[in-house]
C-alpha cells in the first residue's frame, strides 16, 4: 500500500549534520503515522522518533537529546529526519517506517509498523 525509500546517509565528521530523507509512494500518506530506527551492527533496531500523519504529534527516544528533529511534507510524500552534533555512536543503518495510527507503546516497536523502506547508512568518524 505504501512504499518507502530513506536517502541522505553518508559518512560525515563527528558534530556534522545529515538531513536524512523518506520518500513514500502510495495515496493518503498524511493518513499513516512514521517512524524512524536505526539498528548498529551487534545491536537490536532502535527507536528513534515516531511522526503522526499530520506531523503535529511528535515522540522522540530519549538518547536524542535535541540533536535530531523530525518532520514531514506531506504534499511531497517525504518525511525527513535533520540529525545536528552527530556522535561516532551515532553509527548505524537508519530506516523508517509507515503504519496507520499507532498509539502507546506501538509507536516506538518495530513490531507497530507495517512498511520499512530499506535503510540508509549513517557513519560518523571521530
Known amino acids: 500500500q505504501v512504499q518507502l525509500v530513506e536517502s541522505g546517509g553518508g559518512l560525515v565528521q563527528a558534530g556534522d549534520s545529515l538531513r536524512l530523507s523518506c520518500a513514500a509512494s502510495?495515496?493518503?500518506?498524511?493518513?499513516?503515522?512514521m517512524g524512524w530506527f536505526r539498528q548498529a551492527p551487534g545491536k537490536e533496531r532502535e527507536f528513534v522518533v515516531h511522526i503522526s500523519g499530520s506531523g503535529r504529534s511528535l515522540n522522540y527516544a530519549g538518547f536524542v537529546k535535541g540533536r535530531f528533529t523530525a518532520s514531514r511534507d506531506n504534499d511531497k510524500n517525504t518525511g525527513y529526519l535533520e540529525m545536528n552534533s552527530l556522535k561516532p555512536e551515532d553509527t548505524a543503518v537508519y530506516y523508517c517506517?509507515?503504519?496507520?495510527?499507532?498509539?502507546?507503546?506501538?509507536?516506538?516497536?518495530?513490531?507497530?509498523?507495517?512498511?520499512w523502506g530499506q535503510g540508509t547508512q549513517v557513519t560518523v568518524s571521530s
Open positions: 517506517a509507515a503504519s496507520r495510527a499507532l498509539t502507546g507503546w506501538s509507536l516506538s516497536q518495530t513490531s507497530g509498523y507495517d512498511y
Open positions: 502510495g495515496r493518503a500518506f498524511s493518513s499513516y503515522d
